[in-house]
Structures are given as structure tokens and as C-alpha cells.
């Protein structure tokens, strides 16, 4: 039978001699791998259809479990995101997260649009710190893990202070701190951002700028939140982790499209003015 879809290419596999199996994040059918046969070989003129990252029309005969790539139109190849290390250390963790956080059946039209916002922001130069934590947090609700923000997760109190427990399911009240000792103490700026965040559809994300101090507690409470709920290994997320703790060290600068410097206003608040938000 001929499938023709729009798919992201979220993971390559080489297969054979000269050969890849791609797994496709497609808008209408789920996830579906597929081979391409000559990938590999220099002139093939389905390589770039193989590449991680890319967006396009993808057309496929399947009769099992994998499809056979029959035809591609290439219709976004993200070449931003395959430059330098961080672009590619950004955008292979979305890919990755999406792959083992989203089983075939949930992948649908939404999560494939969040990504392909994802994959855009990252391209367009929009904070990664940023964008990540969005797009983890879309992940976490694909996964059925969504944590409780806006009242305790104990008791269902509301406008109180909260910490943050990924043991308890989320927000956690003075009442029912004792429930996890080991809560987490957010400013409350950041309590907003995660409400935010949850709330938000990536295609609405525009340009935002956080002080440090934020982005770290945000970062740190959605790696604990992930942590207890979707328990995954990403080899990405590692090297992510690295490439960020010691890319001064190494003396990586900031690749073009990756540039989180104070931008002019009509590009940092485009479309969601998350800062006028926080206040």
C-alpha cells in the first residue's frame, strides 16, 4: 500500500550497505519507519530525505512493518540545526525526548506540530534553555504526566505557596510538605513559567529572555520531573548536559542562530510576551 505523509525524520539507522531506516513523526499516521535504500551512497538522491531534522512530504510503499521510501519533497531541511555542536546537541534531544517519551499510538497531529515549532524556534535562534523546557513540558502531557501547578497536589488547597514535588505530582502546599521532604523551592516568577508553559502551544512561542537563575531552576525541575515519571536514558540529553557545564571550558562560542543576546523588540515579543507574564 502507498503512504504519502508529512514526517520529521526523529531518529536515522544505518541498515545494509548503503542503506538508513528513518523513523518518521508524522501529522496523520503516527510514527513509521522506513527505509531508504542508497542513502548512504554519495550521489543518492534520497540522502537529505534520511537526515535527522528534516521536514518533508514523504511518499512510501508498506506491506509489514517497515515502509520503502518511494519519493520525498523536501519541504524544511533545518540546515541551521546541523551546524556547529550546540544546534545539533538542541534539536537531537527534541527528536530523541519525542521518540521514547511518545509510543506510536499517542503520536498524532498536535505532537507533531509541537515539534515542528520546537525544531523552527531552535532554528530561528530563540533561547534554547527556553524552548526545551516548553517543548519537555508538551512531552510530559503527550506521556500522561502532567504535574499539578496550580493547586496542591496533597490536598487541593490553592493560592498558597508551593513547592515543587515530582514525587507527590506536582505543586505542594505547607500543609502537606511533609509528604517529600525533598520538594523543591521555586521563586515564584518560575512558578508562573511552568503554568505558563503547560498552558502553552509551541506554535504560539515567541522570543524570551530569563535571567539565569531562572532558566536554572526551571531546567532543574523538569529534569526531576522527567526523572520520576518518564524514566528515559537519552544519550542526548548526557552530551547536552556536558556541552552546556563545559562549552566555555572548551571554548565553544555561540552558532549563528543560537544567539540569546537582548533583541530588538519587534522580534523578542512577536507573539507571547512570557515576561510581561512572570511579572
Not at 506491506?63 to 519533497?73: A, H, I, K, P, Y
Not at 545539533?88 to 515539534?115: F, H, N, S
Not at 513540558?137 to 513547592?163: H, Q, W
Amino acid at each position: 500500500m502507498l503512504y504519502r505523509v508529512e514526517g520529521i525524520v526523529i531518529r536515522s539507522t544505518d541498515y545494509g550497505e548503503g542503506n538508513k531506516i528513518v523513523t518518521l513523526l508524522t501529522s496523520t499516521h503516527g510514527k513509521q519507519g522506513v527505509i531508504v535504500r542508497g542513502a548512504r551512497k554519495p550521489k543518492s538522491r534520497f540522502g537529505a530525505a534520511a537526515q535527522l531534522f528534516t521536514c518533508g512530504d514523504f511518499s512510501f510503499y508498506k506491506t509489514g512493518s517497515l515502509g520503502t521510501l518511494n519519493n520525498v519533497e523536501v519541504l524544511e531541511p533545518f540546515r541551521q540545526l546541523r551546524q556547529g555542536l550546540e544546534g545539533p546537541a538542541y534539536a537531537a534531544y527534541a527528536c530523541e525526548l519525542t521518540d521514547r517519551a511518545v509510543d506510536e499510538e499517542e503520536a498524532g497531529e498536535y505532537i507533531y506540530y509541537q515539534l515542528k515549532a520546537c525544531l523552527a524556534a531552535l532554528a530561528e535562534g530563540k533561547d534554547p534553555q527556553v524552548v526545551l523546557r516548553v517543548y519537555e513540558m508538551k512531552m510530559s502531557s503527550a506521556a500522561g504526566y502532567m504535574p499539578i501547578l496550580t493547586e496542591c497536589a496533597g490536598c487541593g488547597r490553592r493560592d498558597v505557596p508551593f513547592r515543587f514535588s515530582p514525587a507527590v505530582g506536582g505543586a505542594l502546599c505547607g500543609n502537606c510538605r511533609h509528604r517529600d521532604p525533598y520538594a523543591l523551592e521555586l521563586d515564584e516568577p518560575v512558578w508562573k513559567l511552568l503554568r505558563l508553559f503547560a498552558a502553552l502551544d509551541m506554535r504560539r512561542l515567541g522570543g524570551v529572555e530569563l535571567k539565569e537563575s531562572s532558566k536554572r531552576q526551571l531546567q532543574f525541575a523538569m529534569r526531576r520531573w522527567m526523572d520520576a515519571h518518564l524514566s528515559l536514558n537519552l544519550k542526548s540529553r548526557g552530551f547536552l548536559d556536558q556541552l552546556e557545564r563545559h562549552g566555555e571550558m572548551l571554548g565553544l562560542k555561540q552558532e549563528p542562530g543560537f544567539d540569546t543576546a537582548v533583541r530588538p523588540p519587534e522580534t523578542t515579543m512577536r507573539v507571547i510576551d512570557i515576561r510581561r507574564a512572570v511579572r
